[in-house]
């Protein structure tokens, strides 16, 4: 397996090429970059930035291994509102086009949401509703990933949806579609379950891992920690990973970053993602 890093356990001023000499300092071998409205990756990036970026990375022996983006928190997937939902289609086709200048393999996509705990401003979307539109939106999408040739992973977030790993993989299924896949993190699904059991269940889908740890006895969104700081069963989480074949990219999620050291930070996320890869299980 490979170790990764998400571009947000950097400070939000670093410039893309910064994360890309910070990430080989620290020995990893690979990012995921996250594209926003605005900022350092905005949406709207030429290409020409985009393949000095490429370049930038191969020379320092980097892969860009996925991206993902936060903005489908803002833009639902699985809104009622028909026109946030098109803005949803139109950011994901955009994540596509930027994975293919970028040679990314995948990009992450959350899935829509009924709700998010922490937004009490957020919409509610009827459960059932939200899976129907969920859907809708994902199937256009796909579309437009298969001409493109980029895996869409679907992330197990905390959106009050697919709340059963049976459920999720049901709804994978659904697509009969090579390019819908899964993009599982390892601490979301700890409040209510298991990673090492949703990651049997899931199996073959899971095309990229996000590697981060969760403390129930914090039991809100405060809890998740570094790798190795709270309850997931490292072991078994290991354990499964090779039960199903997967050799691929753990890619460590850590926000926010520290306040004062993005080295200090980058050095014991690398580490413990070493110790994790090399758990006996």
Known sequence: MKKGVNQWAF??????????????KHRFDGVELCPDEEGSF?????????????????????EIRCIASGLHWKY????????????????????IEIASTLEAKSILLIP??????????????PYEKAYKNSRLSISEIAKFAADAKITIGLENVWNKLFLSPLEFRSFIDSFNNQWVRVHFDTANVLISGYPEQWIEILGK????IHIKDF??????????CLPLEGDV??????????????????????IPPY????DALLANLSYNLDCIMNMRV
């Open 233 to 254: 069963n490292f072991p078994a989480v290991m354990g499964s990973l090779k039960s199903i074949g997967y050799d691929d990219f753990l890619i460590a999620e850590m």
């Open 11 to 24: 400070p939000g001023n670093f410039s893309i090429p910064d994360i890309i000499q910070l990430a080989a």
């Open 259 to 262: 306040h004062y050291s993005i």
């Open 205 to 208: 889908r899971i095309v990229t």
């Open 112 to 125: 829509g949401y009924v709700n998010v705990p922490w937004d009490p401003s957020s919409e509610v979307v």
């Open 76 to 95: 639902n997937l699985a809104s009622i509102n028909t026109e946030v939902r098109k803005k949803a289609i139109d950011i994901a086709k955009r994540l």
């Open 42 to 62: 905005p949406l709207n990036i030429d290409q020409q930035k985009l393949l000095e970026w490429k370049a930038h990375s191969e020379d320092k022996n980097i």
């Open 215 to 224: 403390k129930l006895s914090v039991g809100n969104i405060n809890g998740f």
